[in-house]
């Protein structure tokens, strides 16, 4: 394993397991963007992960997500975004289940369907401070490593173990995204080329 920042107590991986070491970025791509990519290739990397998945979700439980474009597009967006890269795959667990998307039953479902994967989910710097308000986060903590990575304006704190992995700090975002569309504004380089393409040609978040 290379270096990893850890403020928080961590459980630490048994190096000898046979498990496969996989990776969760859950979210609502909406769109996906160079900082989900960047942070997945870091965190990948600095934890030698075997694998990553790309989680969308159906409906994200802690907002009242009305502005996100159908879950087809969003999947779409997201398998053009990780082609070309062997280690990142979709996961389509949330979208196939629909309702709101607990990670916590989406863990168990995953967990039965692999056995042998042992798995680190990632998490925004901004998305930490609402651990405990997870659904069953005291069991969810148990059966997942919660990995942290710093994002603008949010401290690298948590009342649960969190490994924080030392990410560059990205200052995109999808909210970021969907406004420059909205008011003309460039989004080369922000979304990956085929990604771009996709919402030039679909006409998403034109208003
Ligand atoms: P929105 O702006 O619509 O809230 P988002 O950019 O946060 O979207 P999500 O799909 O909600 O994108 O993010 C999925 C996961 O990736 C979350 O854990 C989020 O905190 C994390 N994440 C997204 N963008 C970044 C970034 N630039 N740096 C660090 N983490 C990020």
Request: net charge negative; glycine share 6%; charged share 25%.
């Amino acid at each position: 394993m290379k270096s990893v920042a850890q403020t928080n107590p961590v459980v630490e991986p048994n190096e000898n397991s046979k498990k496969k070491r996989v990776g969760i970025l859950g979210g609502t791509f909406n769109p996906p963007h160079m900082g989900h990519l960047i942070i997945a290739d870091q965190v990948a990397n600095q934890l030698d992960l075997d694998k990553m998945f790309f989680m969308p979700d159906s409906l994200p439980p802690h907002i009242d997500y009305k502005d996100a474009i159908a879950a087809d597009k969003r999947r779409m967006m997201v398998e053009l975004s990780i082609s070309g890269n062997p280690l990142f795959n979709l996961e389509t667990a949330e979208l196939e289940r629909g309702g709101v998307s607990y990670t916590f039953d989406t863990i168990i479902e995953l967990k039965r369907r692999h056995p042998d994967y042992e798995y680190y989910f990632i998490i925004g710097g901004d998305m930490v401070d609402y651990l405990p308000k997870w659904y069953r986060i005291d069991e969810l903590v148990k059966l997942v490593h919660f990995v942290g990575v710093a994002r603008a304006g949010f401290p690298k704190e948590s009342q649960y173990p969190v490994m924080w992995v030392d990410v560059p700090l990205i200052e995109i975002s999808s909210t970021q995204i969907r406004w420059n569309i909205q008011h003309k504004c460039s989004i080369k380089y922000l979304v990956p080329e085929n990604v771009e393409n996709y919402i030039k040609e679909e006409g998403l978040y034109l208003e």
